[in-house]
């Protein structure tokens, strides 16, 4: 006779044991037909589980985050089971779910077609109009085992065998297709709806080791309406357009090479973009406080055995042996090194708090499949700090970085930012009275924020607690950029200490801090952002001078140098062009300001004003337009 505690605080009182669908119906009709899956305290559970205890329930619907990506998840089954009737013989590995829609990889010898997806698409309909009903069974491991190589699907038999013994081995049925899975799911393939599309294929290694076959990796997306799924695919078709690596390219900022992959090769206009967000970085971080310094790329092994990377962040390091057998690797984070800088000279307690920057060079080795233009590379540049603090300052350090932080996003065109903050894990490091501490100073750091946040239960670092700032793009994706953490364990391990008010020593607690998290990925974002227009102070490139002909040179040169001395970068183009085609030219390359010379302008000493997707031109006279733009051109540092 279970007693159903609901959300609201409500109980509903059952005479013998119930299932998700039979709670649903006892709260509305409505409810009921809308209903996909439910939380049995707090476990996900398909509508079919019976429950025959006291419980706490909850009902998803597709308005729910969990039921959206149940929707998703079962759409993968739905793909994985078209594909299988369609091309017999093909395997099915893993198929989750991901942001915005799913994947599922496949063991195939003949590569899909865009025109196969189509097929695909087109035979999901057809298993979401049979309504083939969803069922749950639990096997004998062996059982599973055996069953799925003699069906030939040994990916499945492997993923089993990897499974402790005596742990469920979970099978859902869609009709007679079945697959491995924990599940939950919906009650049948009709409840998907028909809201999805598949989106790409692409090469997958099993299990992401390059060592291992290559598979085929078929995307989608699934939504809970028609209108959701039309507005993606309107945000696809934008995110193409902005796609910075096809930005950067018309507007000559960088390119990428074989010979070093993952490694941008910056160009001139890309380097000085780079090198103003650097300019603008330090003039606001040494207002805040921090101190600059730069450590070594290059550090021995044992200074990474030292600080726990050695072990934990091994395989992704790049190593070096040198002829007498010292090995070294290039640093892949900043902040062993900047502990280093710490420990030179006694500190006091009155040196805190500390907060030292860096812009270093880190080299991570990424798979291969994962590099992504300007997004995800190998080697980038961070915007690190790490301020070395008392436990008693977290709190206001943390509000104090949290505040810059969001300055800085609004500086830069971002003001819809979401907080994700994670406290202590099962797994950690320090005392817990620390921990105490450290979660209610970033806590209150978040909340004096004002802003959207969620709290991530067990997701923080072995070592301490941290915020991420999750940057809202003009085309609605999100971004996780900025980090805040709290290090309870590394200066201890690298021998930080500090002298006391008694006298004795004590160890300070660290804060990573990373405003961008990686200059390269940022630059990426922003380009995007703005499909490359970016704002006037930031454009690598604010003003391109051209004369309508040869005859007017000199004038465009002369304009040109006193633009220049002002501190406006500008150039002028005296190529053997005519002036339309100049116009597109430097339009496809995204330059704010194009100033037109001809007669008119040297007779009034004035420049023709046009500016980056505008067909009307301006006429200002040049001591005004200096003045004008001059001060437009400058970092907004205040």
Same mark, same amino acid.
């Given at each position: 006779m279970p007693n159903i505690k609901l959300p609201d605080g409500k109980n509903i009182n059952f005479s013998k044991?119930?299932?998700?669908? =039979? #709670?649903?119906?006892? %709260?509305?009709?409505?409810?009921?037909?809308?209903?996909?899956?439910?939380?049995?305290?707090? +476990? !996900?559970?398909?509508?079919?589980?019976?429950?025959?205890?006291?419980?706490?329930v909850k009902i998803f619907t597709s308005k729910d985050k969990e039921g959206l990506e149940t929707i998703r998840h079962d759409t993968a089954h739905i793909l994985a089971?078209?594909?299988?009737?369609?091309?017999?013989?093909?395997?099915?590995?893993?198929?989750?779910?991901?942001?915005?829609?799913?994947?599922?990889?496949f063991s195939r010898k003949e590569p899909f077609t865009q025109g196969d997806l189509k097929k695909i698409e087109e035979k999901m309909s057809e298993i979401v109009d049979r309504n083939e009903t969803t069922r749950r069974e639990v096997w004998n491991r062996?059982?599973?085992?055996?069953?799925?190589?003699?069906?030939?699907?040994?990916?499945?038999? =492997? #993923?089993?065998?990897? %499974?402790?013994?005596?742990?469920?081995?979970?099978?859902?049925f869609h009709g007679k297709w079945h +697959? !491995?899975?924990?599940g939950p799911h919906l009650t049948s393939t009709g409840k998907i709806g028909k809201n999805f599309k598949l989106t790409k294929v692409a090469g997958a290694y099993w299990r992401g080791n390059s060592n291992n076959e290559m598979l085929q990796r078929i995307y989608g997306t699934s939504w809970a309406s028609k209108k959701d799924l039309e507005n993606y695919i309107k945000r696809l078709e934008e995110a193409e357009k902005r796609d910075h690596r096809k930005l950067g390219k018309e507007m000559d900022l960088f390119h990428f090479r074989e010979e070093s992959p993952g490694?941008?090769?910056?160009?001139?206009?890309?380097?000085?973009?780079?090198?103003?967000?650097?300019?603008?970085?330090?003039?606001?971080?040494?207002?805040?406080?921090?101190?600059?310094?730069n450590t070594p790329e290059i550090l021995d092994r044992s200074l990474w055995e030292k600080s726990g990377h050695w072990e934990k962040f091994g395989e992704h390091m790049y190593t070096s042996t040198t002829p007498d057998d010292k090995v070294f690797a290039i640093k892949p984070m900043n902040c062993p090194g900047c502990v280093q800088v710490f420990n030179q000279g006694l500190k006091s307690y009155r040196d805190l708090p500390l907060k030292m920057s860096e812009f270093g060079k880190v080299h991570r080795y990424e798979p291969s499949g994962a590099l992504h233009g300007l997004l995800r590379v190998r080697a980038f540049t961070q915007d690190d700090a790490h301020i070395f603090c008392t436990e008693d300052q977290i709190t206001e350090e943390s509000l104090s970085v949290t505040n810059l932080?969001?300055?800085?996003?609004?500086?830069?065109?971002?003001?819809?930012?979401?907080?994700?903050?994670s406290d202590r894990p099962k797994v950690r490091v320090g005392e817990d009275k620390v921990w105490d501490k450290s979660e209610a100073a970033l806590l209150k750091a978040v909340k004096a924020s004002k802003l959207e946040y969620s709290v991530n239960k067990g997701e923080g670092a072995f070592y301490g607690p941290k915020i991420e700032f999750v940057l809202r793009d003009a085309i609605g994706r999100d971004w996780q950029c900025g980090t805040l953490q709290?290090?309870?364990?590394?200066?201890?391990?690298?021998?930080?200490?500090?002298?006391d008010k008694d006298g004795s020593k004590k160890v300070p607690v660290m804060l990573h801090r990373a405003l961008f998290g990686s200059l390269e990925r940022f630059i990426g974002i922003l380009i995007e952002n703005y499909s490359g227009k970016l704002p006037f102070w930031l454009s690598?490139?604010?003003?391109?001078?051209?004369?309508?002909?040869?005859?007017?040179?000199?004038?465009?040169?002369?304009?040109?140098?006193?633009?220049?001395?002002t501190g406006i970068t500008s150039e002028v183009d005296l190529k053997n062009h005519n002036l339309n085609y100049k116009i597109r030219e430097h339009s496809m390359s995204k330059v704010p300001l194009l100033l037109i010379c001809g007669k008119k302008e040297v007779d009034s000493n004035s420049v023709t004003i046009r500016r980056l997707d505008s067909n009307k031109q301006e006429n200002m006279e040049l001591k005004t337009f200096l003045k004008k733009f001059a001060d437009l051109s400058k970092a907004p540092l205040n």
């Open positions: 044991k119930v299932n998700g669908l =039979e #709670i649903a119906e006892k %709260i509305s009709k409505s409810l009921a037909k809308e209903a996909l899956i439910m939380s049995v305290n707090n +476990d !996900l559970k398909d509508l079919s589980f019976e429950i025959e205890k006291d419980s706490s089971m078209a594909v299988q009737e369609l091309f017999p013989g093909t395997q099915v590995t893993i198929g989750p779910t991901i942001e915005d829609g799913f994947y599922y990889d062996d059982k599973a085992i055996l069953h799925f190589k003699k069906i030939g699907e040994k990916y499945k038999s =492997e #993923i089993i065998n990897e %499974i402790p013994e005596g742990e469920e081995v979970s099978i859902y +697959d !491995l899975c924990r490694s941008v090769f910056w160009h001139e206009k890309g380097w000085n973009l780079f090198q103003k967000l650097i300019d603008y970085m330090r003039s606001k971080q040494k207002a805040a406080g921090y101190k600059e310094i932080i969001l300055g800085i996003y609004k500086d830069l065109g971002f003001e819809n930012i979401i907080l994700k903050y709290v290090d309870l364990n590394l200066p201890e391990r690298l021998g930080a200490s500090y002298v690598p490139l604010q003003v391109m001078v051209i004369p309508v002909s040869d005859d007017f040179n000199d004038y465009a040169e002369k304009i040109n140098k006193k633009i220049s001395d």
